[in-house]
């Protein structure tokens, strides 16, 4: 699925299974929150926190798709085109760390 299929499909189910969207300032408050559940997870996985009996069913993947869903839905009631704006993006990066990254002692 393409990033436009991406925003179609989230359109169309919150129109019919999600009734509307939620405000952007309550969207925003979600993505927050789905982001700290990302960070809680990597936290325990990668860093040196230990999981909690209440953390045995967490799915890593789950939670980014969540992340994903609610920045999608804002993208959506924002007008933006993610395709768009990430090509854009990754332009603007591109010419900004041209020789930046290539340069940097601390990745060789």
């Known amino acids: 699925m393409t990033i436009q299929q991406a925003q179609e499909i989230v359109d169309q189910w919150i129109k019919t299974t999600g009734v509307r969207y939620f405000n952007e300032l309550t ?3 979600m993505l927050m929150e789905e982001v700290g559940e990302v960070a809680r997870i ?11 009996k209440s953390d045995e069913q967490v799915n890593l993947a789950d939670e980014m798709a969540d992340v994903l869903f609610v920045l999608i ?9 993610l395709t768009d704006a990430l090509q854009k993006n990754l332009d603007k990066k591109t010419k900004r ?6 340069n940097n002692e601390k990745l060789k």
Do not use: P, V, W
Not at 73 to 81: F, H, R, V
Not at 97 to 102: E, L
């Open 27 to 29: 969207n925003t408050a």
């Open 42 to 52: 990597m936290a325990r996985q990668y860093g040196e926190q230990s999981f909690k």
């Open 73 to 81: 839905c804002l993208a959506n009631q924002t007008g933006i085109n």
């Open 97 to 102: 760390d041209a020789d930046r990254h290539q």
